[in-house]
């Protein structure tokens, strides 16, 4: 496995992680029946998915970025 | 068949079991058919989450044990089952004149246009004062309760437009100018630092 390769599956694994953790939270907070379980949602959960799917779409644009720079279009 | 949580946990379920499938085996993603799945596993699916989630806790919220699960709620919530019809409240909810699943929701929602948005900022106000700073001792409505809530029902009721009381103001009650139930007519409403002295109506 390449560098690039291998750099994309370990964000796609952190990207992953992150989003099933904040899957997780959606999902206390949808059972737990209080007042703060919005919150909890909104701003663990929410921001979990958040941060997850920005790491993704980030490794996406550096994947592409890396394979315009280095002259080998796939 | 599913309601709309069951069919949202079925959602959360499958995005978690695609983001898994992805994890586990990240080689597949060096086709174009991975990668088109892992940007739905990764992507679309999550932002589905998101939103159903939020339009789910926001649907909840306008329950009447959502309202009252926060402490100092508690007594509003009992005294919807004051045993008087004069409480206006308590006659609503009793009498299924709101829905008694949202009655507080019924009354109190905000119904302009940004009327929702304004609801949710209040709340997550009131959910910062239960927790954080103090709730307000009585709890007050900012802008006080409008008439434009009652009237939303009743302007063109039968019997609330033939009552010779509402007719010889109703552009009052129209405008605001006279409040329904803070000028001395229906003025008896939750009474919260009452309950404890007042005779409860016990459904069968």
Not at chain 1, 49 to 58: D, E, Q, S
Not at chain 2, 32 to 41: D, R, V
Not at chain 2, 57 to 68: A, G, L, P, Q
Not at chain 2, 157 to 176: I, K, W
Request: with cysteine.
């Amino acid at each position: 496995m390449s560098e690039p390769d291998s750099r994309m599956a370990r964000s796609l694994k952190i990207a992953g992680i992150l989003i099933i953790l904040g899957l997780i939270v959606e999902v206390i907070s949808l059972v737990w029946f209080h007042p703060l379980a919005f919150v909890l949602f909104a701003f663990v959960g929410g921001a979990l998915i958040f941060i997850g799917m920005a790491v993704y779409l980030a490794s996406l644009a550096f994947a592409g970025s890396s394979t315009a720079g280095d002259g080998h279009p796939s | 068949m599913f309601g709309p949580p069951a069919m949202l946990y079925i959602l959360i379920g499958l995005t978690i079991a695609l983001i898994a499938a992805v994890l586990l085996k990240p080689s597949v993603t060096s086709g174009a058919g991975g990668k088109i799945l892992a940007f739905i596993a990764l992507f679309l699916l999550p932002s589905l989450c998101v939103l159903a989630g939020v339009s789910s806790h926001v649907e909840r919220s306008h329950e009447t044990r959502f309202c009252i699960s926060c402490h100092s709620m508690v007594n509003y919530g009992r005294s919807l089952y004051i045993d008087d019809a004069n409480y206006i409240p308590a006659a609503h909810f009793q009498n299924h004149r709101v829905p008694p699943d949202a009655a507080c929701a019924a009354c109190h929602a905000d119904y302009s246009v940004y009327g929702g948005l304004k609801d949710k900022w209040q709340g997550m106000r009131r959910v910062y004062m239960q927790y954080v700073s103090k709730p307000p001792n009585p709890i007050t409505i900012p802008g006080g309760f409008s008439n434009r809530q009652c009237l939303r029902c009743h302007l063109g009721a039968r019997s609330f437009e033939e009552n010779p009381t509402h007719q010889a103001m109703m552009d009052s009650l129209r405008s605001g100018e006279f409040s329904c139930i803070t000028s001395g007519c229906h003025d008896s409403i939750h009474n919260a630092d009452q309950v404890d002295h007042l005779k409860m109506w016990r459904p069968q």
